[in-house]
């Protein structure tokens, strides 16, 4: 399965009382399916996926599944601490038809969590998994990250196809592509570092700040593959400060209240992440005023 492109990993809408928004989320992917993007991530970081209960992760994923057109992949959210459990969700997703799942590592009992642990973990799940799965290494959240040897060592199975690597660091980017066996596929998980990472090989991105610009991230996408460097870092320098702040610095919330700015249905974030302040509201508007802005010059 080819994971080229761009894949937003989709917000998970909330009512005003905290509970699920399906219609919502119906709305927003109906909406992203016109934009150019490959698929979607449904229960990533991004989707809280950390705040929910098992039942409503599923009702998340049938609601997607059913908003999703035709020709979208479907990439599941699923890994979590237990190898058992991590099995039992990839296995379900696969029943409402998703294709491939995404596996974060597991990180509690950090002082047991070496490279061998990780391998172990991996390989018992793609062995059992009806659908392929995707590593998912994103140490700002997990504090660990997956590095290239053991990467190259996991790429082995014909179950793993790939991984999203959200680390940030095109060095760790090159190495894993260095590593990695032909027909690997390498997707990062920050906007940032897409442009030098597709440079290297990578083949796609799944981005937070796709979210609220998905049009933008498929531009950049398009010129990295169209071998147009120029449009490329023009794209590139625009999605900088969205992502350094829209998304990195006052995370799901930032990312919620731009997607309310610009059509999208954003909505609260679960507690206990907190709704934005004044001063960070403000800081929202002069960003997405700026990226608005550059796109009209552009035109």
């Not at 934005?276 to 929202?284: D, I, K, P």
Request: proline residues 6%; hydrophobic residues 45%; contains cysteine.
């Amino acid at each position: 399965m080819k994971l080229h492109g761009i894949f937003p990993p989709v917000t998970t809408p909330f009512n005003q009382d905290g509970s699920l928004a399906l219609d919502r989320l119906r709305e927003n992917i109906s909406r992203y399916n016109g934009t150019g993007v490959a698929g979607y991530v449904v229960i990533g970081s991004t989707g809280e996926s950390v705040l929910l209960s098992r039942a409503e992760i599923e009702q998340v994923w049938a609601a997607a599944r059913e908003a999703a057109a035709d020709d979208k992949i479907l990439i599941a959210g699923t890994g979590v601490d237990s190898t058992a459990e991590t099995i039992d969700r990839t296995n379900r997703a696969a029943e409402l038809g998703y294709h491939v799942a995404l596996v974060k590592t597991p990180y509690y009992y950090k002082p047991q969590m070496t490279a061998e642990v990780h391998a172990e973990h991996y390989l018992r799940v793609a062995d059992a998994a009806r659908i392929p799965l995707l590593i998912y290494s994103v140490p700002q959240f997990t504090g660990v990250a997956v590095e290239a040897p053991l990467v190259a060592r996991l790429g082995q199975h014909p179950n793993i196809i790939g991984i999203k690597e959200s680390s940030g660091v095109v060095q760790r980017v090159g190495e894993i592509l260095h590593l990695a066996p032909a027909g690997f596929q390498t997707l990062v998980g920050s906007a940032t570092t897409f442009y030098p990472s597709m440079a290297l090989g990578a083949v796609g991105g799944i981005l937070a700040v796709a979210d609220i610009f998905p049009e933008l991230c498929v531009e950049l996408y398009d010129a990295c593959v169209a071998g147009d460097p120029a449009r490329a870092r023009a794209r590139q320098e625009r999605l900088l400060e969205p992502t350094m702040t829209l998304v990195a610095k006052l995370g799901i919330p930032g990312v919620k209240y731009a997607m309310d700015r610009v059509g999208y249905y954003g909505g609260p974030a679960r507690r206990p992440l907190l709704p934005l302040n004044e001063a960070q509201r403000a800081e929202s508007e002069r960003v997405l005023e700026a990226v608005i802005g550059a796109g009209k010059s552009a035109d």
